[in-house]
């Protein structure tokens, strides 16, 4: 079974600043995909950035970046510019075949 | 399109009552999921379809629990007698094949969810 484990529960940032989410996952798989889901208040889950395993050069969207350390099991989430809107739920997933495994969530609360 | 729909967004329910949920995948989207989300927790996988073949259950889905997806199009989530416990939020999620076009395959894209509340 795979396992994910976020140990903040609670993150809070300044707007403008950055901020890093971390997340660790327990597998026997060698390939595998990594995800960043977001989830605002209105509940909506939205993928924030995915990471397939074989590559080794970390994924990037706009603001968003991992760092992915796959002999360490470790994927983290950096937010740079940390804007009002990225207040919300942070999950990090697990896919191999079909299936997600869901860590238990970092709520970021973005301060003006 | 407009992504995956999710119907009725809130249902209120007495305890021993049956409710049924419907969730419209994006189109073209031949896999689709159903995921449980209680309160400050991460979602938990229910089930999984791919075309109207129903191909895991989980654990967690126990007898009262039945999902279709009838033509391999939307899917419903039927739960009998229900109880307390059953209060969740009911997530669907849909995915490409995976020579999937332009959308990033092998990608769950969520619905909004069915809040559930048991009385």
């Known amino acids: 079974a795979q396992t994910v484990t976020q140990s903040q529960p609670e993150m809070s940032v300044q707007e403008a600043e950055t901020v890093t989410l971390s997340c660790t996952y327990d597998?026997?798989?060698?390939?595998?995909?990594l995800f960043w889901y977001k989830q605002p208040p209105s509940r909506q889950m939205i993928l924030v950035i995915r990471?397939?395993?074989?590559?080794?050069q970390n994924a990037t969207e706009n603001r968003f970046s991992v760092n992915f350390q796959k002999a360490a099991k470790s994927f983290s989430l950096k937010i740079s510019d940390s804007q009002l809107g990225d207040t919300a739920m942070y999950f990090c997933a697990f896919r191999w075949d079909y299936k997600l495994s869901f860590g238990a969530g970092t709520t970021v609360t973005v301060r003006a | 399109d407009t992504g995956v729909s999710q119907n009725p967004r809130h249902k209120i329910t007495k305890r021993g009552q049956n409710v049924t949920f419907r969730c419209d995948p994006i189109?073209?989207?031949?896999?689709l999921y159903w995921y449980r989300q209680t309160l400050g927790q991460g979602p938990e996988f229910l089930t999984y379809?791919?075309?109207?073949?129903?191909?895991?259950k989980s654990r967690l889905l126990s007898d009262r629990f039945s999902a279709e997806r009838p033509k391999g199009s939307f899917s419903t989530l039927e739960i009998q007698r229900t109880e307390q416990g059953d209060s969740a939020m009911y997530l669907c999620a849909s995915s490409p094949p995976p020579s999937g076009g332009p959308v990033l395959p092998d990608t769950q894209y969520f619905g909004p969810g069915t809040r559930l509340t048991v009385l």
């Open positions: 379809f791919q075309n109207e073949a129903q191909l895991e």
């Open positions: 597998t026997s798989e060698n390939n595998y995909y």
């Open positions: 990471q397939e395993a074989y590559k080794q």
């Open positions: 189109s073209e989207h031949n896999r």
